[in-house]
T-cell receptor
Framework: GAVVSQHPSWVICKSGTSVKIECRSL??????MFWYRQFPKQSLMLMAT?????????EQGVEKDKFLINHASLTLSTLTVTSAHPEDSSFYICSAGKGTDTQYFGPGTRLTVL | GQSLEQPSEVTAVEGAIVQINCTYQTSGFYGLSWYQQHDGGAPTFLSYNGLDGLEETGRFSSFLSRSDSYGYLLLQELQMKDSASYFCAVRGWEGSQGNLIFGKGTKLSVKP
């Protein structure tokens, strides 16, 4: 199979705090992982491409200093939302590619900022 | 710009067949994928078309015509559990390392 996990599955935090979300590929190695954000009843929007051993590539309009991405190993990428605000409340989903066919998504992390 | 167009909502009854169309306009094209997402869940992979033609996986089939920049997902013998949002997605780069560009999704409601 191709299993991607995320932790935590949900998190509630106070405004101004930072939150770290982990994404792991459990049974395969992924040199590239992707981070998406999805607001209610909307589609998935790519935030950044996480590259193992190098800096992440951010999509236009995504603040790299606010959404810190670290791809520490071939099986782990982390997204840290710094100084979170209520407008950052969203569903954050990571994905990783395996082989040449498609990407597999983690179960997502629901972030609520109070 | 890059865009994928699909209907926003579709309603069908149990046992019926439904087709969800997707047209795309992207700078690069390396395959069309379909994902299913239930409310509150993450997308799950359904099918992938890299070449023209029909791919069949159980009750689900997907079709691609690259010359028409068009594809569809066909769901047969609909079940209540098929009620979900369905997204088409284009891979703009070769290989699974390329990011996916998603359509806005089609919300399928299956009625008894």
């Amino acid at each position: 199979g191709a299993v991607v996990s995320q932790h935590p599955s949900w998190v509630i935090c106070k405004s101004g705090t930072s939150v770290k979300i982990e994404c792991r590929s459990l049974d395969f190695q992924a040199t590239t992982m992707f981070w998406y954000r999805q607001f209610p009843k909307q589609s998935l929007m790519l935030m950044a491409t996480s590259n193992e051993g190098s800096k992440a590539t951010y999509e236009q309009g995504v603040e790299k200093d606010k959404f810190l991405i670290n791809h520490a190993s071939l099986t782990l990428s982390t997204l840290t939302v710094t100084s979170a605000h209520p407008e950052d409340s969203s569903f954050y989903i990571c994905s990783a590619g395996k082989g040449t066919d498609t990407q597999y998504f983690g179960p997502g992390t629901r972030l609520t900022v109070l | 710009g890059q865009s994928l167009e699909q209907p926003s909502e579709v309603t069908a009854v149990e046992g019926a067949i439904v087709q969800i169309n997707c047209t795309y306009q992207t700078s690069g094209f390396y395959g069309l994928s379909w994902y299913q997402q239930h409310d509150g869940g993450a997308p799950t992979f359904l099918s992938y078309n890299g070449l023209d033609g029909l791919e069949e996986t159980g009750r689900f089939s997907s079709f691609l015509s690259r010359s028409d920049s068009y594809g569809y997902l066909l769901l047969q013998e609909l079940q209540m559990k098929d009620s979900a949002s369905y997204f088409c997605a284009v891979r703009g780069w070769e290989g699974s390392q390329g990011n996916l560009i998603f359509g806005k999704g089609t919300k399928l409601s299956v009625k008894p």
